[in-house]
């Protein structure tokens, strides 16, 4: 009996999912590009060439390049880090359309590392490290050839699939664990979402509205956040059923 026919081939999953993937790394690229000058330009807040010169004068040959892998050592003017926003854009735009979807993921991968590797304070958050990720691992999930559409003949591997496994299951796990390692004992009590909707980062429409429920609505909420994060991540090399 062939058992390879009854395995999940993913193939209609991966094409939504890499081209939602291009579509954030664009996203990304573009509100990167639009500060970018400012944010580590020659006259920005963190100036890019004070890394690049700080590397190239205290780490030892190839070291340097190890440590701070980034384009930035060709340029680091203004021109140089809008070149490297543009280019990290197209990458991403052809992985959203499909066009070349292997070398544009090798690419927007290359470009935002080159970014993030010089940025300092700029891109030390979990979502810049959760896109690097992200992308060098698309490198191996998205079909080779210039255009290669669904690519049914060409399913995703196991290895592939275990490696985006692995790294939603550490995502959601070590998202609750900071949680509940942080010593804010907000979380411990589940008060955590009582007041969240008055001093959230980006507030809506509904914020008003679900702040006005009663607080045993937030601790529940709390408490069903802290299991998705810290025992539902298990589940993932659970099987379908």
């Excluded at 890499?18 to 000058?37: E, P």
């Excluded at 702040?211 to 709390?222: G, I, R, S, T, Y």
Aim: with cysteine; hydrophobic share 55%; glycine share 8%.
């Amino acid at each position: 009996m062939d058992l390879s026919k009854k395995s999940p081939s993913f193939v209609f999953s991966r094409w939504i999912y890499l081209r939602i993937l291009g579509a954030g790394l664009l996203s990304q690229f573009i509100s990167i590009g639009l500060q970018i000058r400012g944010l580590i330009g020659p006259k920005g807040i963190l100036p890019a060439s004070e890394v690049i010169a700080a590397a190239g004068q205290q780490l030892p040959g190839i070291r340097k390049y190890l440590e701070v892998p980034s384009l930035c050592w060709l340029g680091t003017g203004d021109a140089a880090l809008t070149a490297l926003m543009i280019g990290g854009a197209a990458a991403s735009a052809l992985l959203m359309l499909n066009l070349i979807p292997r070398l544009a993921a090798l690419a927007a991968w290359v470009f935002y590392l080159s970014y993030a590797s010089v940025a300092r304070n700029f891109s030390g958050f979990q979502f810049d490290n959760f896109m690097i990720e992200l992308a060098f691992l698309a490198v191996f999930l998205a079909p080779a050839g210039v255009r290669p559409g669904m690519a049914s003949d060409r399913p995703v591997s196991r290895l592939v699939w275990a490696a985006h496994a692995w790294f939603l299951f550490k995502l959601m796990l070590e998202s609750g664990i900071v949680k509940l390692r942080s010593g804010d004992e907000s979380w411990r009590s589940l008060t955590a979402l009582v007041d969240y909707y008055e001093n959230c980062p980006f507030p809506n429409l509904l914020g008003w509205w679900a702040q006005q429920l009663p607080e045993v609505f937030h601790k529940a909420c709390a408490l069903f956040t802290l299991g998705i994060e810290t025992v539902v991540p298990f589940l993932i090399f659970a099987g379908r059923r």
